[in-house]
């Protein structure tokens, strides 16, 4: 019986494609969601100051007495995770990893392109990930692409910018979408392949790691709590 909220964050908007997954799938939790807008884009960034950024929203949360935290976001998981677990030791943090694997169970004979931030293709984490894959998935990093997203009212004002930037994957089998802030393009990618690609993304994994975590750790609120979501941002 914890009512305690759960505390998710990003960079931005990217990171309510991964809560909306959380709140579906357990309904009668509370969740807080912090946008950490002071530092977006995370993707262009340093490690150090990555780890910065992502330790000051954990520590936001923490303050706000959240019994768990959800990195909703690639860059900061694959950069600064293991760095936010030993910083708060005893609260369960679950991250989004870049959907490499799921991607990989379902090529065929070809390959599947990652998108990318540039601060995922630098870090370690990531390019273990890809080296597991044997050469099956290509990394397509993208410097702008997050940032774009997040500014345009319009998203479909983006489709000439995706369309040039897919081109190079035009044979791809599948998409690896490795920014939570793609989610929100990934209609545009699909229309690109004229429908017939399969794209994935790490967000129902991360809600299912969360509700298996809440259980195993007794921290679940009860099924009939009404499940809330308060919105934050950090602001410059
Ligand atoms: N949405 C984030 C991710 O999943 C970060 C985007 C950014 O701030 O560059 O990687």
New binding site residues.
Partial sequence: MDFRPVGVF??????LSVLRECAARLAHENFVYLA?KA???????SEADIKAAALNCADILVGMNCKAIVI???????TAIDYIRDMFKGVPVVG?E?AVKPCLRELESGYGVAL?????SRSERFKKLVKESGGRIVVAPQPR???LI?ESDDKSALRPYVEKMLEPYRDAEAVAL?????SFISDMIKDFYGGKIKIYDGASGAAARLAYILQATDCAAPSENNGSVRFYSTTK
């Fill in positions: 990003d960079s931005g908007i990217g990171g950490d530092n977006m884009p995370y993707g262009t960034k909703a976001c690639n860059t900061a998981t694959e989004l870049p990318v931030t540039e601060a995922t692409l997050a940032k997040e490795g920014c939570s802030h793609y």
